[in-house]
């Protein structure tokens, strides 16, 4: 049995339900038993096709219109720090899913910006309201003989229909380092932290620093 296909689609995908329907059909003629031979299947015309894929695609646009998806709003980080001497300042923010420093699967970097000025604003991202949203601001400074690091992180969960401004601060040249998280919709005002890890995630030694206190390590030179 040899099947000869007129005018083949230019559309894989309907191209092959067209074919896989044909297929059925000719198996349930093989098991019916009867002997059929057929010489030509006529599939749809060009613009039969086009008429019938243009359909197509308004119902599956129709379909996803109607999915919901997550609210988000829109965070500001500003960092700043008081070191002097350095060779460069260079910021990383990462996104947890929990305390225990688990990633997400996906988009766990959130910014980065290396040889920074004193003061940066990044600018705005999206995140997911309704959520516990954690992140880590992590600071790296190198000096001439020396490297300096400090992370700070907390959790909070965003509002929608609200808009917020984290604040990173660097001070006593790399003593300590802080974040908090304000609502800048109308007023300015502090929000309150529904979870602040103990310790850091960006881990040096053996049991880690934590969360906001420095590291310092020399760099030896020959």
Do not use: W
């Not at 225990?100 to 600018?123: G, I, Q, V, Y």
């Not at 690091?149 to 965003?158: D, H, K, N, R």
């Amino acid at each position: 049995m040899r099947v000869v296909y007129k005018h083949r689609p230019r559309s894989s995908i309907l191209y092959k339900a067209v074919k896989f329907q044909i297929g059925q059909a000719l198996k349930s003629m093989k098991n019916s038993r009867t002997k059929t031979t057929i010489r030509r299947i006529a599939l749809p015309s060009k613009p039969q096709f086009k008429s019938i894929f243009v359909r197509l695609l308004i119902v599956f646009s129709g379909l996803a219109s109607t999915q919901i998806y997550a609210a988000t709003t829109d965070l500001v980080l500003a960092t700043s720090t008081d070191s002097e001497k350095t060779t460069g300042r260079h910021y990383t923010v990462t996104r947890y899913t929990d305390t225990s420093c688990s990633k997400p699967k996906k988009n766990s970097k959130l910014l980065r910006k290396k040889f920074a000025k004193d003061t940066h604003e990044f600018a705005p991202i999206k995140i997911a309201t309704g959520e516990l949203f954690v992140f880590q601001v992590n600071y790296e400074e190198k000096r001439r003989d020396s490297e300096r690091l400090c992370a700070a992180s907390l959790g909070f969960t965003p509002q929608e229909g609200r808009l917020y401004r984290a604040e990173y601060q660097v001070s006593g040249q790399v003593s300590r380092c802080e974040i908090a998280v304000y609502d800048i919709t109308e007023e300015k005002q502090l929000v309150e932290a529904d979870v602040k890890p103990e310790y850091s995630c960006a881990k040096r030694g053996k049991n880690g620093n934590k969360n906001g206190v420095p590291s310092h390590s020399f760099i030896e030179r020959f």
